[in-house]
């Protein structure tokens, strides 16, 4: 069984690499760019940051690949029933949180979904310690639910809500993004998947 897995695993491999296009593509660093943000992505990592300042402010943009699961496959067609589904049309709901610090005074964090070439907002939550916005320990996590989150988005007035809209978009969070963030996904999903694939094998034969 070790060999036929080796061997298959192997054929998935060389599939993946002969259809894999090893240079970056110009869209991330067109993004990068165009839009002041600085892009930290660890391999074997599924959580992709980016970074940016804003006046004395410090914008971050935190999203998982994971997203992809989320991917909208459509209908099922009746069966002997031909149907010719267009990829570039297929979206899929990203979340990202948004973490705006300012020295001394706190953070924001906005969850956000992008879809559609739109970045949506859900909440808005404000931290007085800016530790707290970021920091993935357990203490920090069970601080944070102890604190008041604020009303949920879509019951704000929608003057606020507006508002809102327009604050994140001065700061970069707006459709350049919203259309970036599935495509990164991709690109990176296929990066891991490949390395995936030749970690597993390496480990099978050894």
């Known amino acids: 069984?070790?060999?036929?897995?080796?061997?298959?695993?192997?054929?998935?491999?060389?599939?993946?690499?002969?259809?894999?296009?090893?240079?970056?593509?110009?869209?991330?660093?067109?993004?990068?760019?165009?839009?002041?943000?600085?892009?930290?992505?660890?391999?074997?990592?599924?959580?992709?940051?980016?970074?940016?300042?804003?006046?004395?402010?410090?914008?971050?943009?935190?999203?998982?690949?994971?997203?992809?699961?989320?991917?909208?496959?459509?209908?099922?067609?009746?069966?002997?029933?031909?149907?010719?589904?267009?990829?570039?049309?297929?979206?899929?709901p990203v979340r990202a949180s948004v973490t705006i610090e300012k020295p001394g005074q706190g953070a924001v964090t906005i969850d956000t979904v992008a879809q559609d070439g739109e970045m949506s907002v859900e909440s808005v939550m404000f931290y007085k310690d800016a530790k707290l916005a970021k920091d993935a320990s357990a203490e920090s996590d069970w601080q944070r639910r102890g604190l008041y989150i604020g009303p949920q988005f879509a019951e704000l007035d929608e003057g606020l809500q507006t508002m809102f809209v327009t604050y994140l978009e001065e700061r970069g969070i707006n459709a350049a993004l919203a259309t970036f963030l599935p495509d990164y996904i991709e690109f990176k999903e296929q990066k891991e998947y490949t390395q995936w694939l030749e970690n597993v094998k390496k480990f099978v034969e050894a």
């Open 1 to 92: 069984a070790d060999n036929e897995l080796v061997h298959k695993l192997h054929e998935e491999l060389t599939y993946e690499k002969e259809n894999e296009d090893a240079s970056q593509p110009p869209f991330i660093q067109e993004f990068l760019e165009a839009n002041s943000f600085k892009l930290e992505d660890k391999g074997g990592s599924d959580e992709v940051t980016l970074t940016r300042s804003f006046g004395n402010e410090t914008v971050t943009v935190l999203f998982s690949i994971s997203d992809i699961n989320n991917a909208d496959e459509g209908f099922l067609p009746e069966e002997d029933v031909e149907v010719e589904v267009d990829e570039d049309d297929v979206s899929f």
